[in-house]
């Protein structure tokens, strides 16, 4: 399935800001919106399981693995 259907009717996380409100209205509208103020919170978030899923940037996501590997060892992320 496509990010979008996966996550239907999920809880998402995403950076609380404009780019990501409307990147997130607009191509995830069947899912529960979750936007936290910043980019590590929104992955760790995510990692942890206290959402379904989130969206960031590529470059964003591979930063926050260089330097939190241990803090998100539950799953792969994509």
């Known amino acids: 399935l496509p990010p ?3 996550m239907a009717g999920k809880r998402v996380a ?3 800001i ?3 409100r409307s990147l997130f209205a607009k191509n995830f509208p069947d899912s529960i919106p979750v936007p936290i103020k910043e980019v590590d919170d ?3 978030a995510s990692c942890q399981g206290d ?4 969206v960031t940037e590529p470059n964003q996501l591979q930063d926050f693995l260089m330097r939190n590997r241990d803090r998100c060892a539950s799953g792969p992320l994509h």
């Open 18 to 20: 404009p780019y990501f």
């Open 4 to 6: 979008q259907a996966a």
């Open 42 to 44: 929104v992955l760790i």
């Open 51 to 54: 959402v379904d899923g989130a």
């Open 14 to 16: 995403f950076r609380d």
